[in-house]
């Protein structure tokens, strides 16, 4: 059957889908819209299958925050090129998906990727985009972070790295919480405080300090005792409260906080594009 210009068009509106893709549907379905759109998702579906081993190893990070700052959603959405990643509609898709696991308090990906967003589920809208785009897409991950306090969010220039810093009161001074989110994006500490370190960690690092001050020649015994040196320095390096505050390093973040009068950072996420633990 002939299939006109304005119908292509109107597919083309409804899915987003190529000009060509889209007659192609109508031409199979016979110029049934609904069918030709189940035709376009399951060309999603094709493509997406045939992509299943391609790395994504590009895309972009998105923060959902509350108008009170009391609850955010950060998300990651991959695809395999920087050019996709940078593109509008891609990022319009992954700030979509973050607002959905917001209002729907989504617990996993699994549940995410069944989860209705209008007629289609959001793996269906991830199908649809791999059929519409030709790359592999997905949802890697997300973290959402509630307080009774305040979030600071921070997302760094490009999309690829994103922080939540929780603090423990309402943060008078906004720029100070950016101060302490970029912190967080530039020195990448693995915890608050030293109380909040995997045990496993600490562990290791003592290890690795009474082994290399061994290897200097140091008796055991004093090796053991050196190693609680390095250990503080090593806290001084990867905890959030005693590194120096990169603004001004004659004091620590803590020192820094204090002196602003600041509430007390309680938690905090950080997202790097592919980093995941």
């Not at 059957?1 to 893709?21: E, F, H, N, P, W």
């Not at 319009?92 to 998906?97: G, R």
């Not at 967080?184 to 045990?199: E, L, Q, S, T, Y």
């Amino acid at each position: 059957m002939s299939i006109s210009a304005a119908d292509v068009k109107k597919l083309r509106d409804m899915t987003g889908a190529g000009m060509m893709d889209c007659k192609k549907a109508l031409s199979e379905a016979n110029g049934d819209f609904d069918a030709a759109v189940e035709f376009l998702r399951k060309k999603g579906q094709q493509v997406s299958e045939k992509r299943a081993d391609r790395d994504a190893k590009e895309g972009t990070i998105v923060i959902k925050i509350s108008d009170d700052n009391k609850k955010a959603v950060a998300l990651e959405l991959n695809c395999e090129t920087d050019f996709v990643a940078k593109n509008d509609e891609f990022v319009a898709n992954a700030t979509e998906f973050a607002s959905i696991v917001f209002d729907n308090d989504v617990a996993d990906l699994a549940s995410l990727k069944s989860t209705s967003m209008g007629s289609i589920t959001v793996g269906e809208r991830l199908e649809e985009l791999v059929g519409k785009i030709g790359e592999k897409i997905d949802i890697s991950r997300f973290e959402t972070l509630t307080t009774d306090g305040e979030i600071i969010p921070y997302i760094h220039p490009g999309n690829q790295l994103a922080v939540l810093v929780e603090f423990n009161g309402s943060v008078e001074n906004k720029d100070l919480g950016k101060d302490v989110a970029m912190q967080i994006a530039a020195m990448k500490p693995i915890a608050v405080n030293r109380d909040a370190v995997d045990a496993s960690v600490v562990e290791k690092e003592l290890e690795i300090a009474k082994e290399q001050l061994i290897n200097e020649g140091k008796p055991a015994e004093i090796a053991e005792k050196a190693a609680q040196g390095k250990l503080r320095r090593f806290y001084e390096e990867s905890v959030l409260l005693e590194q120096k505050f990169v603004k001004d390093g004659s004091v620590t973040v803590s020192e820094h906080l204090k002196n602003n009068d600041a509430p007390e950072v309680v938690n905090f996420l950080r997202l790097q594009l592919g980093e995941h633990n």
